[in-house]
């Protein structure tokens, strides 16, 4: 049995995914499994849910570390660059078990290549053959580097970063590229520059501390390609529903509203991110926004029923405090008699503060 781990939407949505476990599987017992968040949705679009393992969120080295029994496995990526995706890999595999790994990297693409990592040169020779890809050879695994300075700050250093990405860090933007050169200043925890960047403060607050050499550092989109979207016919409760609060959080909507019949979403990108992912559940939401969008994922569906408030300007997070008070008595689930009811307390609750209600 060969293990296979998909990174990303954009190796999907490529249909390079696909092709690669077509061929793989004409060869060997292959089992596939998605690592990181948003592929998932990818996956959905695609109709691959029988053929990769979306039943839980994990990181990469989490999904290359279960696959027991597995003889290797094939790290299949589509990076901007394959230098870049080569830097990703070698993070990956410091992280992992010993175990022979077959980077595939950008395999559509002119510049694809096949890349083995702990000594699985005889594997790759063989899954290069397979899919008429040459064979680079990588650098020594590195988990991400970190400096500490003299002034007791810790640097890390950001790869790939393009002037006008935004920059996320355990899923909330705190940035803006202005240089392909960005560097996280961290002291004490906190977050006291990012060099290269243009700063967005109030990412900064609702981050407040982090580990720097184990924080989730990303840029650019969520997902930078084409697809088509596929909608949810899940039926859902009409009384008694169950109801979840999504709260700048929006990467683990699948755990949160696994269960539920209605989500509300705080923040303009989580309602986009968290609202694109639910529309593929089937899950109506209640989006609370303030037009403060940094565009983190574009061309997003909503599912039908929703409604989307905007509020005055740096009134989404205050709207969202009262309604997880006064609606989920602080808490971020409770069940409410109907759809309709919710969304009367929370429209009464934005109250002045209210613009407009958009309706899907």
Same mark, same amino acid.
């Given at each position: 049995?060969?293990?296979?781990?998909?990174?990303?939407?954009?190796?999907?949505?490529?249909?390079?995914?696909?092709?690669?476990?077509?061929?793989?599987?004409?060869?060997?017992?292959?089992?596939?499994?998605?690592?990181?968040?948003?592929?998932?949705?990818?996956?959905?679009?695609?109709?691959?849910?029988?053929?990769?393992?979306?039943?839980?969120?994990?990181?990469?080295?989490?999904?290359?570390?279960?696959?027991?029994?597995?003889?290797?496995?094939?790290?299949?990526?589509?990076?901007?660059?394959?230098?870049?995706?080569?830097?990703?890999?070698?993070?990956?595999?410091?992280?992992?078990?010993?175990?022979?790994?077959?980077?595939?990297?950008?395999?559509?693409?002119?510049?694809?290549?096949?890349?083995?990592?702990?000594?699985?040169?005889?594997?790759?020779?063989?899954?290069?053959?397979?899919?008429?890809?040459?064979?680079?050879?990588?650098?020594?695994?590195?988990?991400?580097?970190?400096?500490? %300075?003299?002034? +007791?700050? /810790?640097?890390?250093?950001?790869? $790939?970063?393009?002037?006008?990405?935004? =920059?996320? #860090?355990? !899923? &909330?933007?705190?940035?803006?590229?202005?240089?392909?050169?960005?560097?996280?200043?961290?002291?004490?925890?906190?977050?006291?520059?990012?060099?290269?960047?243009?700063?967005?403060?109030?990412?900064?607050?609702?981050?407040?501390?982090?580990?720097?050499?184990?924080?989730?550092?990303?840029?650019?989109?969520?997902?930078?390609?084409?697809?088509?979207?596929?909608?949810?016919?899940?039926?859902?409760?009409?009384?008694?529903?169950?109801?979840?609060?999504?709260?700048?959080?929006?990467?683990?909507?699948?755990?949160?509203?696994?269960?539920?019949?209605?989500?509300? %979403?705080?923040? +303009?990108? /989580?309602?986009?991110?968290?609202? $694109?992912?639910?529309?593929?559940?089937? =899950?109506? #939401?209640? !989006? &609370?926004?303030?037009?403060?969008?940094?565009?983190?994922?574009?061309?997003?569906?909503?599912?039908?029923?929703?409604?989307?408030?905007?509020?005055?300007?740096?009134?989404?997070?205050?709207?969202?405090?009262?309604?997880?008070?006064?609606?989920?008595?602080?808490?971020?689930?409770?069940?409410?008699?109907?759809?309709?009811?919710?969304?009367?307390?929370?429209?009464?609750?934005?109250?002045?503060?209210?613009?407009?209600?958009?309706?899907?």
């Amino acid at each position: 049995m060969i293990g296979v781990v998909i990174h990303g939407p954009e190796i999907i949505d490529s249909g390079e995914a696909r092709r690669v476990l077509d061929v793989l599987s004409e060869h060997y017992d292959v089992r596939a499994m998605l690592g990181g968040t948003m592929g998932r949705t990818a996956v959905i679009d695609a109709h691959l849910e029988d053929r990769i393992d979306i039943s839980r969120r994990m990181s990469l080295s989490g999904a290359i570390n279960s696959l027991h029994g597995a003889t290797a496995v094939v790290l299949l990526n589509r990076g901007k660059t394959v230098d870049s995706g080569i830097a990703f890999g070698r993070i990956v595999l410091s992280r992992t078990k010993q175990i022979p790994i077959i980077q595939i990297e950008r395999p559509m693409e002119d510049d694809g290549v096949v890349i083995p990592w702990n000594d699985a040169m005889p594997w790759a020779e063989q899954v290069a053959g397979m899919l008429d890809l040459p064979i680079r050879m990588p650098p020594a695994a590195q988990d991400v580097l970190v400096v500490r %300075t003299d002034e +007791d700050q /810790t640097r890390r250093s950001i790869h $790939d970063a393009v002037p006008g990405e935004t =920059i996320r #860090i355990n !899923g &909330i933007v705190v940035g803006t590229a202005v240089s392909d050169n960005v560097e996280i200043v961290v002291e004490d925890g906190r977050i006291v520059d990012i060099a290269g960047a243009r700063i967005k403060e109030h990412g900064i607050e609702k981050l407040r501390k982090i580990d720097p050499g184990t924080a989730l550092v990303r840029t650019g989109s969520i997902r930078r390609t084409g697809h088509v979207p596929r909608i949810g016919t899940t039926e859902r409760r009409r009384t008694n529903i169950s109801v979840v609060l999504i709260d700048h959080d929006a990467e683990s909507t699948f755990e949160l509203a696994a269960d539920a019949d209605l989500a509300v %979403t705080i923040g +303009d990108d /989580t309602t986009a991110i968290a609202g $694109d992912i639910l529309y593929r559940l089937g =899950i109506p #939401i209640i !989006g &609370i926004t303030d037009l403060d969008i940094d565009n983190v994922l574009t061309n997003t569906n909503i599912f039908p029923g929703s409604v989307v408030l905007r509020v005055e300007p740096g009134y989404d997070d205050v709207v969202g405090g009262m309604v997880q008070n006064l609606v989920f008595d602080g808490e971020n689930q409770v069940r409410a008699s109907s759809i309709d009811s919710v969304r009367e307390q929370v429209i009464e609750i934005a109250g002045k503060r209210l613009i407009e209600v958009v309706p899907y």
